[in-house]
């Protein structure tokens, strides 16, 4: 770490590590520099992946700015450098720096429609569908640039458990996705070749159901 910020806030996580735990009182959030962080939430006594988050990406930020206990768990899956930034030196950071406060509420306008996406994913009926939904959702919001597209550092069975489906059905979609180039599975997550175009199969798929048909 040779920049100001990381000589002065920079802390090192191994994989496994535990950042926070959902329920506990939050007085720092982090900065992730390099490395990924896996963030669940209990949901019927399910742990379930609601993101995963590489460098450039903040966390903890909610239980500092409304003093609340942590909605979520956080967890190192890959060796991890961060910021740790406490309250008072936020507060100071934004009160001195408006860049910093736009983009911080460029990045919460960012989660609150990722929230706002899971729940109109948990809603639909069809659970292939689901599977699909939630694996958009990764992408457009959490998904890291790769040569073949956009990778997302969850597996399939995440995704079934995250959209409460039997993960047999989210291999079976993962399988027709794979046949037409779509997206795939590889040992570091999920590649989405193009966003769009998934989006557009998608869209294609619900056509008949919109209409009265039958998929």
Known sequence: MSDPLAARFGQEFQAGDVLFREGERGDVMYVVQVGAVRITKEIGGEHKVLAVLGPGEFL???AILNGKPRTATATV???ASCLVIEAHTLEQMVAKNSEIAVR?????????????????????????????LALMRHAESFGEPVPEGVRVRVS????????????SVAVEV???LRRLR???????????ADADRLREFFEFLEMPQKFGGEA
């Open 60 to 62: 903890g930020e909610l």
């Open 77 to 79: 899956i890959e060796a």
């Open 104 to 132: 911080l509420i460029k990045k919460l306008a960012r989660r609150l429609d990722s929230a706002d996406t899971l729940v109109e994913v948990l809603m639909h009926r069809d659970p292939k569908a689901r599977v699909m």
């Open 156 to 167: 399939s069975s995440d995704v079934a458990r995250e959209v409460g489906v039997d993960a």
């Open 174 to 176: 993962m399988a027709r």
């Open 182 to 192: 779509l997206a795939w599975e590889d040992p570091g997550g999920i590649v989405v």
